[in-house]
């Protein structure tokens, strides 16, 4: 072997011994400093780390240069020049000898914008410049494809890339650091789609931790945890969808949701499955909107989503994120809507994931009393650091551009809002103003749907937040949260609460049934029967109702259509459009056998008529929002268990966007019953949740009813009804 340091030998660029020790290891923080192509005085100087390697030599287009072992498996040539040139290492190890790229004579591949932008917390697109990406160079001895890895982690002491590209060692793919930024930066040639991968991070105690990506865009399947390198091949068909949803306002058209969690609806389908399965169901069911539990990476499938590790992964449990986009491209060619619920109030404490990821607080709080959440067992999003504030809108932004989603569903908003949520006195402090309120979680979520609203026009921003936080739907320069939509939670609990009184007994709790006309307007709202009402021992929608079985079925019958009818939009979690009798189970899928029942047929086919007359009638959601919108013809008849109003749309005068709603709770008909209307004339029956093909005993006005001029609830006309046991009427005026 020749001396590096032989007089014949041309002198190669100097380098002090301990950094030399120190790259050869992979813990120095700028290893191109050292390694890949440099010029000197006496030509280009090139260094590369193989260990255990036989021989090196560096190859060009001109010819073959040997090496030298200079130090702990660093190996030097010097060539003639004063010029770079493209080149490659020939490494020999016994008799067998490889050619290989070099990952150290590439540039950065993020340029100083980006680092200024990620720095600044105003890289809104994140994904596209941290994490790995497929990059393609070419050059005199050819193309070249392989793998620029990027991360964030500013207390880091060195980080390097490992995976099975290099049988996770990562002593010869060492990542520099771009400077203030915190950014580690790495391009390995030879690396394509499907590695798996991880960064391996010398924290401050000069230990070594492997954690997954957290910008990385697929994962294995967990238990794995792994990330994995992909790229995007789907070629989307739903153009016609998202030029049109780029000109509509979503909050004021028809929105009927369909909640749905992938793994349980129907086992065993991946995402391309339930592009077979699902969409031609929900089309036929009639709902406008498909909204998915969350479907980012995450560790422990018992949290239905809930608990993310990797925020930019579809979880790998049901195929590629290409499958998902699959998925999404099917539901928008049929006329579905795509809502995803999103998680940024919280992440798991897993230590390969963003827990301490650097070995600091670094995307948690790092006050124990604001870094993790006393009911769930996690860490808080440090919301007013720039990075972690720009990793989550980033990451809103990354599903509605990549997945082409919708809206998203922001999950646990509550929890965000307060800085005592869920802490007793003692584990909280106030705020700069001795407040309560999380100034920089409020800040977070007005720059979430600010922007998401500013860069994808027509789509929707709904949260989940139980508690009278003024503002949660008004626009952000006047102060407030700046969502399209807030889940009414209110409306949710004083319902199934009254429903779960005996009908003779319900007369004393009217007004729960009637208290969320007192509010309805004060935001955006959604009525959801979600997820949450059917879990934990509180058993189906159906066990919720009393009586026998016919009973229940009607009672579920009678809400649906209370709850199409008022005002705001609605959700209904899977299962309950047919009436599953038992408490979601996520390990199991639905109770699809019960169909076989005439009865739970009948549920269906309500729903499904339901959404279809929903859809053709705008005084159902035409004015959502407004008092315009509703008026009480009868609110106080608790006696009867009965309710009465109008549904307004915006051509109401004419008479052409009218629905009167009567809704009977009791568990008995009532003949010859007066109910209000505007005018006299002929009306339509266009609903009865108590027809025979629904399951239901009949009691109904022979599809059209005369209403005369006797007033009758302060309206100038009436007509006498047969309004059915536990079961609603929907009355229209006659069209030509």
């Known amino acids: 072997m020749t001396d590096v340091n032989s007089p014949e030998s041309p002198s190669p660029v100097p380098v002090d011994p301990w950094i030399l020790a120190d790259v050869a290891y992979a813990r120095y923080h700028n290893p191109h400093e050292v390694l890949g192509a440099h010029v000197g005085e006496d030509g280009i100087t090139i260094r590369t ?148 991968y991880k960064y391996e991070l010398c924290f401050g105690d000069g230990s070594w931790h492997q954690k997954a990506d957290p910008l990385a865009r697929a994962s294995e399947v967990p238990p794995a945890t792994a990330s994995v390198v992909t790229e995007r091949f789907h070629e989307w068909g739903d153009q016609e969808w998202m030029e049109k949803r780029a000109k509509t306002n979503a909050h004021n058209g028809p929105m009927s949701i369909y909640e749905v969690h992938v793994g349980s609806w129907r086992q065993g389908l991946g995402y391309r499955g339930l592009a077979e399965e699902l ?26 989503g809930y608990q993310v590790s990797g925020y930019y992964a579809p979880t790998a449990r049901f195929g590629t994120p290409d499958d998902f986009r699959y998925l999404v491209d099917q539901l928008h060619q049929a006329g579905i809507g795509v809502i995803l619920d999103w998680v940024p109030a919280h992440f798991p404490k897993d230590e390969w994931a963003l827990a301490r990821f650097d070995g600091t607080a670094l995307y948690e709080d790092p006050d124990p009393q604001r870094g993790e959440h006393p009911d769930w067992g996690t860490y808080v999003f440090n919301f007013g650091r720039n990075e972690v504030r720009n990793f989550l809108v980033a990451n809103a932004l990354y599903w509605l551009s990549e997945f082409h989603a919708d809206g998203l569903r922001v999950d646990a908003v509550a929890s965000m809002l307060y800085l005592d949520y869920s802490r007793q006195d003692g584990q909280w402090h106030p705020n700069q103003f001795g407040g309560r309120e999380n100034l920089e979680a409020i800040s977070f979520l007005q720059e979430a749907t600010a922007t998401a609203y500013r860069k994808h026009p027509g789509i929707i921003m709904a949260a989940e937040e139980s508690t009278a936080w003024p503002g949660v739907t008004a626009p952000t320069e006047y102060g ?70 016919w009973q229940e079925l009607a009672g579920l019958r009678a809400l649906y259509a209370y709850q199409w009818s008022h005002p705001g939009k609605q959700l209904l979690f899977m299962g309950q459009e047919f009436g599953q009798g038992a408490e ?76 009167v709603c009567i809704v009977n709770f009791a568990g008995t008909p009532h003949e010859g019953y007066r109910v209000g209307l505007p005018f006299a004339g002929e009306w339509d029956e266009v609903l009865n949740t108590d027809a025979p093909e629904y399951g239901g005993s009949g009691v109904g006005n022979m599809g059209h009813v005369e209403a005369e001029e006797l007033p009758w609830n302060g309206r100038p006309a009436s007509v006498k009804l047969r309004v059915p046991p536990m079961g609603a009427v929907f009355l229209r005026p006659t069209r030509d």
């Open 49 to 196: 780390v193989r260990h255990l390697a036989d021989g090196v030599s560096v190859v060009t287009k001109d010819g073959t240069y040997p090496a030298v072992h200079e130090c702990d498996g660093v190996w030097v040539a010097v060539i003639p020049g004063d010029t770079i040139p493209d080149y490659r290492i020939a490494v020999t190890y016994g008799e067998d000898t490889t050619t290989v790229d070099d990952p150290y004579r590439f540039l950065p591949t993020l340029g100083e914008m980006d680092t200024y932008l990620i720095s600044e917390g105003r890289h809104e697109e994140l994904w596209e410049v941290l994490g790995s990406h497929i990059k393609r160079y070419s050059g005199d001895m050819g193309e070249v494809e392989g793998v620029a890895f990027a991360v964030w982690a500013p207390n880091a002491r060195a980080v390097r890339v490992v995976g099975d590209f290099n049988y996770w060692d990562g002593t010869a793919t060492a990542m520099r650091s771009l400077g203030a930024s915190g950014v580690w930066e790495l391009f390995i040639p030879g690396v394509g789609v499907g590695a798996r």
């Open 279 to 304: 969409v031609p169901y929900v089309k036929e069911a009639g709902f406008t909107h498909v909204e998915f539990l969350p479907v980012a990476e995450h560790p422990f499938g018992g949290s239905w």
């Open 584 to 659: 979601w189970n996520a390990d199991q899928s639905l109770d699809w056998w019960i169909l076989d029942d005439p009865g739970h047929q009948g549920l269906l086919k309500l729903v499904s008529d339901l959404n279809s007359l929903y859809k053709a009638s705008p005084a159902l959601w035409a004015d959502d929002f407004s008092h315009r919108g509703f008026e009480w013809i009868e609110a106080g008849d608790g006696d009867h268990n009965v309710i009465s109003y109008l549904r307004k749309g915006t051509d109401s005068e004419a008479h052409n966007d009218l629905m």
């Open 480 to 549: 407030g949260l700046g969502f399209g939509l807030k889940w009414n939670m209110g409306w949710m609990n004083d319902t199934l609460r009254y429903l779960a009184e005996l009908p003779i007994n319900r007369r004393y709790h009217h007004g729960e049934l009637t208290f969320s006309l007192v509010y309805a307007f004060s935001e955006q709202f959604v009525l959801p029967l979600s997820h949450d009402e059917v879990v934990h021992g509180k058993g189906s929608l159906l066990s919720k109702m009393p009586g026998d079985a």
